[in-house]
């Protein structure tokens, strides 16, 4: 009897390893065996896991003619000869049946049951799978994309695989057909069925991507501590090296930022900044704060606080656009950093731009638009000739004005 023709479908193509699938058969066919006649204790399964052949068989102990007291564990001498003239009494009776024995309902009934089991395998399969998978780079084409997430397929395995918009980078824009790279962040079970999240945003994207790009990083001699991002925007990679030959930080980039700038391409452009990692913690908020020069730091460890003074051309970039900067540096060194203008003179004048990281870029280009570049320039301004001239909100110039003016202060 040959499963090939009878249950195809089961015996290629699945992500089952070959003795389970023959538990799995064994056991269906024992279901089948046990609901024609009562019990499976006296059949033997044979199920050939090379080419799927399948032989069940009937074992009775032979007794005399009108002697049978347990049908199912007995056969008369008579019934055995009727199978096979050389069985004598006291022997065991070996009766293979047929499949079509069971009946074509009873049948159907077992494939559906294989199916089902089958399909439970594959998908704990998928899950343990990918499960021991997270944190690794997979490597999918676009098969569909939807309102809230896009499905791609693994090229590797063919199942299905699952990227929210909320995982997508900004700036990242998807057809079907096109091959996308993530990083598996976690699998979940929804409604029994595993499904697989692939991440852009993930900071272990961007060590992952490093790690294929660096080989020292992948060897052990780089380690990578800690990853902050700001996805599509910036991100601050602190590194060390075991080894006082090899400078990291030059490792990772690369000669001419060969290395880097495959990543950066990758992750739309996204600014990375890659320090040196120190225990000493005031060197550590000075390598985060780049490309700004600090001129002196204050710490406070009970309140994981850290005042920065530098000199007023460096503040901005400090900051960095929308605070960017400033907000990784404090995600990557663990301090709330708060920067300060270092001067010792009398401050004269301040140029507009100087406040970028507490007004917003679009009033201060309205206030430029009316001649106003420094801070002095809109004090002298009356608040209701600032309001007539901007056309901004009267609770907008009060505020301005409180900064402007606190600048001023003692």
């Given at each position: 009897m040959n499963l090939v023709e009878t249950f195809a479908e089961f015996n290629q193509g699945k992500n089952i390893d070959r003795p389970t699938m023959v538990r799995v058969l064994e056991d269906v066919f024992r279901t089948l065996i046990r609901k024609k006649y009562g019990t499976d204790d006296n059949f033997d399964v044979?199920?050939?896991?090379?080419?799927?052949?399948?032989?069940?068989?009937?074992?009775?102990?032979?007794?005399?003619?009108?002697?049978?007291?347990?049908?199912?564990?007995?056969?008369?001498?008579?019934?055995?000869?009727?199978?096979?003239?050389?069985?004598?009494?006291?022997?065991?009776?070996?009766?293979?049946?047929?499949?079509?024995?069971?009946?074509?309902?009873?049948?159907?009934?077992?494939?559906?049951?294989?199916?089902?089991?089958?399909?439970?395998?594959?998908?704990?399969?998928?899950?343990?799978?990918?499960?021991?998978?997270?944190?690794d780079i997979v490597l999918g084409e676009v098969h569909q994309i939807l309102k809230r997430e896009i499905l791609v397929i693994d090229d590797i395995s063919g199942n299905e695989l699952v990227l929210p918009r909320n995982e997508m980078i900004k700036g990242d824009f998807f057809k079907k057909g096109d091959m996308i790279r993530g990083v598996i962040r976690k699998v979940e079970l929804k409604n029994n069925n595993p499904v697989v999240i692939v991440s852009r945003t993930d900071p272990q994207f961007l060590e992952k991507l490093m790690e294929q790009e660096v080989p020292e990083i992948e060897d052990g001699l780089i380690t990578v501590k800690k990853i902050v991002r700001i996805p599509g925007e910036r991100a601050k990679v602190a590194v060390e090296s075991y080894d006082d030959r090899i400078d990291p930080v030059g490792a990772c980039v690369g000669m001419k930022g060969s290395r880097i700038h495959g990543i950066v391409r990758e992750l739309k452009n996204e600014n990375i900044d890659i320090v040196n990692y120190t225990n000493n913690n005031v060197l550590f908020i000075q390598r985060s704060l780049t490309p700004a020069k600090v001129t002196s730091i204050k710490l406070d460890d009970e309140s994981m606080t850290a005042s920065v003074f530098l000199k007023p051309d460096q503040v901005s970039l400090a900051i960095g656009k929308g605070g960017s900067n400033i907000k990784l540096a404090s995600k990557l060194t663990g301090y709330e950093i708060d920067v300060y203008r270092d001067t010792d003179e009398e401050i004269d004048d301040v140029d507009l731009d100087e406040f970028?990281?507490?007004?917003?870029?679009?009033?201060?280009?309205?206030?430029?638009?009316?001649?106003?570049?420094?801070?002095?320039?809109?004090?002298?301004?009356?608040?209701?000739?600032?309001?007539?001239?901007?056309?901004?909100?009267?609770?907008?110039?009060?505020e301005v004005l409180k900064i402007l003016q606190s600048e001023f202060e003692e």
């Open positions: 044979i199920v050939n896991a090379s080419n799927g052949d399948l032989e069940i068989w009937r074992v009775r102990e032979i007794v005399p003619d009108g002697e049978v007291t347990d049908d199912r564990s007995q056969v008369s001498v008579s019934e055995a000869v009727s199978i096979d003239e050389d069985y004598e009494i006291g022997e065991e009776c070996y009766e293979e049946l047929e499949l079509a024995e069971f009946g074509r309902r009873a049948v159907m009934a077992a494939r559906q049951t294989l199916i089902s089991r089958i399909s439970e395998l594959e998908k704990d399969e998928i899950y343990k799978n990918y499960t021991t998978r997270i944190g970028s990281d507490e007004i917003e870029d679009w009033i201060i280009d309205s206030l430029k638009n009316i001649g106003c570049d420094t801070a002095r320039s809109v004090l002298d301004l009356s608040k209701e000739e600032l309001i007539r001239r901007t056309d901004l909100e009267d609770e907008t110039i009060d």
